[in-house]
């Protein structure tokens, strides 16, 4: 007997330590709680099943059916010539920079063909095809308009009138479904970068022509027995990720805004403890708001709340998870429930009425674990299903909108009497403040009078904000959850570095309580709290989803144009970081931040390890081209250094760093003062 139970005991699976996983409450709770009902997470699937250690450094080769072939490094790296080949002759760096451009190429395809299908649901709206979509934001649309040639005004009888909003809406549509396809010339909103980073890439041909072009270039290029040269494939990577940064997903941005608002402040909370025991819950997850844009419309009606009501609950409360949730929270302050490693424990809280998603970063467990609960799985896009019987397609098609909405919406409602009696919510959330567009930071900190980044560039300059960082991105289970995410955010605002975040960073800071204005008193330098105290801002801005990268492009160039911190992006005292990235989205962002000159800093590990004159060529030899690289730490203390350490050296070079000097100096004698 003891024998048998020796071999069962050593059979049971290992399981994830709940707070080992995450530095999350409510995650360490849950995770618990998963873990009594015996329902595996992806936090227990980690601990299970290793990575593979040749495809973590980006040396496995599987383009053709002689291989896979695996080029390891020898143990005590490589001395003397490095004579690693496939079967096919392919050196470790062609290997590694394949695998690197396959990754570009799925990230950029992912953002833009995100881009597309809202570009597509824009026309429709433009040729008032469907009641559920209108231009809401006009002007936007004249904003985004001339970066298409489209003309806002007209002359007639001699004068220049305004141009009617609808012609415009229909060209706007027109040029920008052009964008994924064109026969010649180059995307239009290159010209929407700084002059100096447009020639940069005149001069080194990497004008991405087309959206769909480059993507499709890059498969090409590497399948078997195609492009050869790593330096090659880079250029390809440039290419296809520009047209991802400055093409697919700035689209994406800027018709959702012109059809849903752009941002501007408002506040909300964040973390499961937004799930109200008493409602019927819906959770939205994915990346595309076209169709929760209707869910939100549809649970806020009169006679849906009613029609909740009527089933025995007090309302229906919407939350959202991974890059949907950014977008209904910066939009309309529809809570955050949670990051993308939060997704599972959504439903573990038995209080989801409903689960609905669209594209990317769906966890395909989801329907294995709402297999345990009363939980509705709802797959919405044609192009993501779900294999499980469970699961429930329901096809969002913009001409019938509202109706699809509304079914899902019913469907929750009446599956809300299905709830088992143990319902578990932990009870942690914080509020928090997003809907920082690039409008919206503008008219913040430019004031009433300026409506530039005049006065943010003031602040950089006198010292007070030493500089300015992007951090954005995934989580990844193989690493504590949140944990870098939040001890780089907080590293640098406590050297004063203001932090502009997307994706899930942004969920895990606004978990974190740093979307608050007052967060900036007890985590920032003393220059960067000032600021935020003077202005009334968070030391941490929420822009938005994945997609909204392309905001923090343009805030970029923005700061360019407000003038005194130099004539291009790579002269700014700024950084990037993506400290627990996972997605191949993340490498195509990644790529564009450098290839538009910015250093950029990856946490956990990069999959070009195995190849290191490759991945010397994209950390040392991308800046003389570029002016941005790539760089990796996974320590989140000495990221964030590494960013800080990179905007000294900006400052430096613009000739500001004495200012910041002089700041510290007053800071002291007024703490000497108040001591
Ligand atoms: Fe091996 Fe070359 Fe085929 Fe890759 S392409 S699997 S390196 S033979
Ligand atoms: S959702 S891509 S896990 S940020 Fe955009 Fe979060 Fe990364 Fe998905």
């Known amino acids: 007997m003891a024998e048998i139970n020796k071999t069962a005991a050593a059979k049971a699976?290992?399981?994830?330590?709940?707070i080992a996983s995450s530095i999350d409450?409510?995650?360490?709770?849950?995770?618990?709680?998963?873990?009594?009902?015996?329902?595996?997470?992806?936090?227990?699937?980690?601990?299970?099943?290793?990575?593979?250690?040749?495809?973590?450094?980006?040396?496995?080769?599987?383009?053709?059916a002689m291989g896979p072939c695996r080029l390891p490094l020898p143990k005590g790296g490589i001395d003397g010539e490095d004579t690693r080949k496939g079967l096919c002759g392919a050196t470790a760096n062609t290997i590694a920079a394949r695998n690197f451009a396959r990754m570009v190429a799925a990230g950029a395809a992912a953002h833009s063909d995100h881009g597309r299908c809202v570009a597509e649901v824009f026309?429709?709206?433009?040729?008032?095809?469907?009641?559920?979509?209108k231009i809401k934001d006009t002007n936007k649309l004249l904003a985004v308009a001339p970066h298409f040639g489209v003309a806002t005004t007209v002359e007639a009888d001699g004068a220049v009138q305004d141009r009617n909003i609808d012609e415009i809406a229909l060209e706007v549509a027109e040029k920008a479904l052009n964008e994924w396809g064109k026969a010649e010339g180059e995307l239009d909103y290159l010209k929407r970068a700084p002059a100096p980073l447009y020639e940069k890439?005149?001069?080194?041909?990497?004008?991405?022509?087309?959206?769909?072009?480059?993507?499709?270039?890059?498969?090409?290029?590497?399948?078997?027995?195609?492009?050869?040269?790593?330096?090659?494939?880079?250029?390809?990577?440039?290419?296809?990720?520009?047209?991802?940064?400055?093409g697919g997903s700035m689209i994406a941005t800027d018709l959702q805004d012109v059809l849903f608002g752009t941002p501007y402040p408002l506040q909300s909370e964040a973390n499961l403890g937004v799930l109200k025991e008493d409602h019927v819950n819906i959770i939205v997850h994915g990346h595309e708001p076209v169709l929760s844009e209707m869910i939100v419309a549809m649970s806020q009606k009169p006679e849906m709340i009613e029609y909740a009501k009527s089933k025995g609950a007090k309302g229906i409360q919407l939350g959202g998870i991974c890059c949907t949730a950014n977008e209904i929270f910066q939009r309309?302050?529809?809570?955050?429930?949670?990051?993308y490693l939060q997704q599972e424990l959504a439903i573990i809280t038995g209080a989801c009425d409903a689960m609905v998603v669209d594209i990317q970063c769906v966890f395909q467990n989801l329907a294995n674990v709402a297999k345990c609960f009363h939980t509705k799985l709802i797959t919405t896009h044609p192009i993501a299903k779900m294999e499980q019987e469970n699961v429930i397609h329901i096809e969002f098609d913009e001409h019938h909108a509202l109706e699809d909405a509304e079914k899902i919406v019913r469907m929750a409602i009446d599956n809300f009497k299905n709830r088992g009696s143990e319902v578990m919510i932990p009870q942690y959330k914080a509020s928090a403040i997003g809907g920082f567009s690039v409008?919206?930071?503008?008219y913040h900190l430019g004031g009433t009078f300026r409506g530039t980044y005049y006065t943010l560039n003031d602040n950089i300059i006198n010292g007070r904000i030493r500089g300015v960082a992007g951090v954005v991105g995934c989580n990844n289970a193989r690493t504590r959850h949140n944990e870098a995410h939040i001890q780089v955010v907080k590293e640098l605002i406590k050297n004063d570095v203001i932090v502009l975040t997307t994706g899930c960073n942004g969920i895990a800071c606004a978990m974190e309580g740093l979307l608050t204005p007052e967060s900036a008193a007890v985590h920032c330098g003393p220059?960067?709290?000032?600021?935020?105290?003077?202005?009334?801002?968070?030391p941490v801005l929420h822009m938005g989803s994945c997609v909204d990268n392309s905001r923090l492009l343009l805030a970029a160039t923005e700061v360019v144009k407000a003038g005194g911190l130099g004539k291009d992006i790579c002269d700014l005292p700024l950084a990037g970081s993506a400290p627990e990235w996972m997605s191949e989205k993340a490498i195509s962002i990644g790529h564009y931040f450098v290839s538009s000159g910015v250093y950029t800093v990856f946490g956990l590990h990069l999959p070009t390890s195995g190849a290191p004159v490759f991945h010397d060529y994209l950390s040392k030899e991308m800046e003389k081209i570029y002016g941005g690289r790539w760089d990796l730490e996974a320590d989140p203390i000495k990221h964030a250094q590494m960013m800080i350490a990179h905007i000294d050296k900006?400052?430096?070079e613009l000739g500001i760093d004495k200012a910041r000097e002089r700041v510290l100096m007053d800071m002291a004698d007024r703490q000497a003062l108040e001591g």
């Not at 409450?25 to 290793?50: C, G, H, P, W, Y």
């Not at 429709?124 to 979509?133: C, F, G, H, I, L």
């Open 13 to 18: 699976p290992k399981l994830a330590d709940p």
């Open 25 to 64: 409450k409510s995650t360490q709770e849950l995770i618990a709680r998963a873990q009594q009902l015996n329902i595996d997470t992806v936090f227990d699937r980690a601990a299970q099943m290793k990575p593979c250690a040749i495809g973590l450094q980006g040396i496995c080769c599987k383009n053709c």
């Open 123 to 133: 026309m429709s709206a433009a040729r008032k095809e469907t009641e559920a979509y």
């Open 201 to 246: 890439w005149t001069k080194n041909g990497v004008k991405p022509r087309n959206i769909d072009r480059e993507i499709v270039e890059i498969m090409h290029r590497t399948h078997m027995g195609v492009d050869q040269d790593y330096k090659n494939i880079v250029k390809q990577c440039t290419r296809a990720s520009l047209a991802d940064g400055w």
């Open 332 to 339: 309309h302050g529809v809570p955050q429930a949670g990051t």
């Open 439 to 442: 409008e919206s930071v503008q």
């Open 527 to 538: 220059g960067l709290a000032e600021v935020c105290e003077t202005v009334g801002i968070p």
């Open 650 to 652: 900006k400052r430096k």
